[in-house]
């Protein structure tokens, strides 16, 4: 995979969109009645800002809560507490009629290529359908418009009036990614990107999403569970366990001195193509399942995996504090740390 761009190169100075304590409970019903017996805590109190222009990812085990943060960015779900600014507008609790003209600006790429495109409406329908929706004028009219998309994702324009199911996974996507760029958005959510695509195609969609941002001046929040993906797209990392941020930073920093110890185990896990390196470095296997997310382990949520873990972790939750420049983790015990006496590189 190559690497077009690197943080340095990227200038995010002003704030495009801000979470604070952000939260979503799904209520649990039971009986007749239907009465709330409990709440399943998905995401539980988010604090992070994303930079005009480049790219966070949303890292961690499946039911932490990313796809869920995704879309309460994108307001596909509304919050139970907490405040959502984009532009400098509150968006969290605005009505659905309030929310269409952001819809342009806002948008999201979803994970499954083969279940988010109608089988029954023509590439040229798909694609364009935000702007029947938003009632938006091109210049030379939508089907022109349609094929200038496609050929800006890497299709062939004359497969306008193909279905999607004569197309791969690889090329639904891009056909998804045509969509969402038909309004020219500001802001785009990828959810799993190429989780459901064949590894030799994932490079080719990451490498066409990185060349879209640098053409466009889009900016990203990405959701991904494979680390080895986002490393080279990302601007700064933000790991999830359990519905909270856990650490977040620079990527740099991230990938090669973590400082949770979830972040380190969750490293120690990617695949190392170089023999002599993966000899080197320790896998760290975690014990026991990621508790439900219905009833959380009080203090730090990790606590009942981690290696680390002491009394005071299971009573006193650790805030997401910064550690060094740009770094900010919740743990009691970080590594990697100033302070620290060793450091533990993951390599």
Sequence with gaps: MSELTTPETKQATE??????????????????LQRVKGNVQAVDGLDFSVQKGETLSLVGESGCGKTTTGRLLTRLLEPTAGKITFEGRDITHMSQA?????????QMIFQDPYSSLNP????????????????????????????D???????????????????SGGQRQRIGIARTL???????????????????????????LEDLQNELDLTYVMIAHDLSVVRHVSDRVAVMYLGK??????????????????????LSAVPV???????????????????????????????????????????????????????RAACHFP??????????KVV
């Excluded at 038909?182 to 459901?196: C, G, N, Q, T, Y």
């Excluded at 941020?245 to 969750?266: N, S």
């Excluded at 590594?335 to 533990?344: I, K």
């Design 15 to 32: 704030t495009l969109l801000e979470a604070s304590g952000l939260q979503k409970y799904f209520p649990i019903r039971k009986g007749l």
């Design 98 to 106: 309030a929310m269409r003209p952001l819809r342009r600006d806002v």
């Design 120 to 147: 029954r409406h023509t590439v040229g329908a798909i694609v364009g359908a935000p702007f029947k929706l938003q009632k938006v004028a091109t210049d030379n009219g939508i089907k022109r418009a349609v094929q």
């Design 149 to 167: 998309l496609l050929e800006l994702v890497g299709l062939n324009p004359e497969h306008y009036n193909r279905y999607p199911h004569e197309f």
């Design 182 to 208: 038909a309004l020219k958005p500001k802001l785009i959510v990828a959810d799993e990107p190429v989780s459901a695509l064949d590894v030799s195609i994932q490079a080719q969609v990451v490498n066409l």
């Design 245 to 266: 941020i856990v650490e977040i930073g620079d990527r740099t920093g991230v990938y090669e001195k973590p400082m949770h110890p979830y972040t380190l185990a969750l």
């Design 273 to 327: 193509p170089d023999p002599e390196r993966k000899a080197k470095r320790e896998r760290i296997r975690l014990k026991g399942d990621v508790p439900s997310p219905i009833n959380p382990p009080s203090g730090c949520r990790f606590h009942t995996r981690c290696w680390k873990a002491q009394e005071v972790c299971k009573t006193d939750e650790p805030p997401l504090v910064e550690l060094a420049p740009g770094r």
């Design 335 to 344: 590594e990697n740390t100033p302070d620290a006496g060793q450091t533990v």
